[in-house]
């Protein structure tokens, strides 16, 4: 099955390089070679970005079933991707002999009140372990602190770990986002000659992901004294309000230089408005939306951040099991398993669309 999926991966995201370099006359009779190197090098960047190939580690489970309750910030495109590593995970322990069910819920709109509910009826029910992708640090912390003084084996995973010093178990995501903010910020910069304004579109107001790339990108600007932050919004992972926001923010600065969009919802909508505008605005953002990476591919964004979600998911359910087992971080497992983030830009955007959609444009 996983040798299968790999070639077939493979297969499409060649074909689809050689059909982009057919496009633009790169590949010819007599450059063969030129085409298979740069399918090549296309393929490490973006197979490198997200990575599909995973299996149990020697760890052996102490049962033979395990039941789980995850919960997130909201329904998204970017909680299926993670949802796929979870479920793969599933059918390898499947071929092992051990079943492992869990649910796997959210809200359709971010909110801290009502995670803390799904939380508190979550503990009523015999879960061997509760996994929050935390909606608010400074809201949700002390709540998983009070359930693990009760009992409860609480784990945090995907984009948004709890506020330091909290009880929870072990974290299973990105723990890296002021740095992504960061990185995507220097690129925006390094793009405009390091002049301009900048706007910035953060995504849900407390969600730590986003509040620590917003972070990151305001203190890249700051560094640089022709380079200002002229307007920040909160679109709360809505591709339209990020639309409506986007609209609003060129009607106010017409004069806007870049854009720099903290979640994978709103480089869609600032897309949207840019090109509905026709304005000259160098956009940055981050994750894999479908639509995003046509932008991309069409230059109307410039780069994004995309961060491996299949992974994250594999070793959600990977932790969980250990930490239902009753095992602790060390030698099993870190406290904080890092996954990748990886920048890609309009070259990688055609490998990337075939990889993850089997589109070939």
């Known amino acids: 099955m996983r040798k299968f999926l ?14 982009s370099t057919s496009c633009t006359g790169g590949a010819t009779a007599d450059s063969g070679g030129e085409s298979v190197s740069q ?19 020697s760890y052996v489970p102490k049962k033979d079933h395990y039941n789980f309750y995850f919960t997130y910030k909201t329904v998204h495109p970017w909680w299926d991707a993670v949802a796929l590593g979870m479920e793969e995970a599933q059918r390898q322990y499947l071929e092992q002999g051990i079943t492992i069910t869990y649910e796997y819920m959210a809200p359709e709109g971010a909110s801290a009140e009502d995670q803390i509910r799904r939380l508190e009826e979550a503990q009523k029910q015999d879960y061997d372990v509760i996994g929050v992708d935390v909606a608010d640090d400074a809201i949700i912390s002390p709540v998983l602190d009070e359930m693990i003084d009760n009992g409860t084996k609480v784990m945090t995973f995907s984009s948004s770990d709890a506020a330091e010093g909290c009880k929870r178990i072990a974290y299973v995501g990105n723990t890296h986002n002021y740095q992504d903010g960061a990185d995507l910020t220097e690129a925006l910069c390094e793009k405009l000659g390091y002049r301009g304004k900048i706007a910035i579109l953060v995504g849900s107001v407390g969600a730590p992901c986003h509040e620590d790339r917003a972070r990151g990108a305001k203190d890249t600007i700051a560094k640089y004294g ?35 969009c903290c979640n994978m919802s709103n480089p869609v909508g600032a897309a949207r408005a840019v090109t509905e505008t026709q304005h000259d605005v160098v956009i940055v953002g981050m994750d894999h939306d479908e639509e995003a990476l046509r932008y991309l591919n ?21 932790t969980a099991v250990k930490i239902a ?21 309009q070259k990688d955007a055609a490998t990337m669309l075939a990889m993850l959609y089997g589109d070939i444009i």
Request: aromatic share 8%.
């Open 226 to 260: 022709d380079m200002e932050v002229v307007a920040t919004e909160y679109d709360m992972d809505s591709v339209d309000l990020a639309y409506e926001l986007t609209l609003k923010i060129l009607e106010e600065h017409p004069d806007l230089d870049g854009l720099v």
């Open 298 to 318: 069409d230059g109307v964004i410039y780069c994004l951040g995309v961060q491996d979600c299949f992974s994250i998911g594999y070793d959600t359910i990977q």
């Open 325 to 345: 087992d009753g095992n602790q971080p060390g030698e099993l497992f870190p406290e904080k398993i890092d996954e990748i983030t990886t920048v890609i830009y």
């Open 39 to 57: 399918t090549e090098v296309l393929l490490e960047t973006v197979s490198g970005a997200v990575d599909f190939e995973h299996e149990p580690d």
């Open 6 to 19: 790999k070639t077939k991966i493979m297969l499409t995201v060649m074909a689809a390089t050689l059909a």
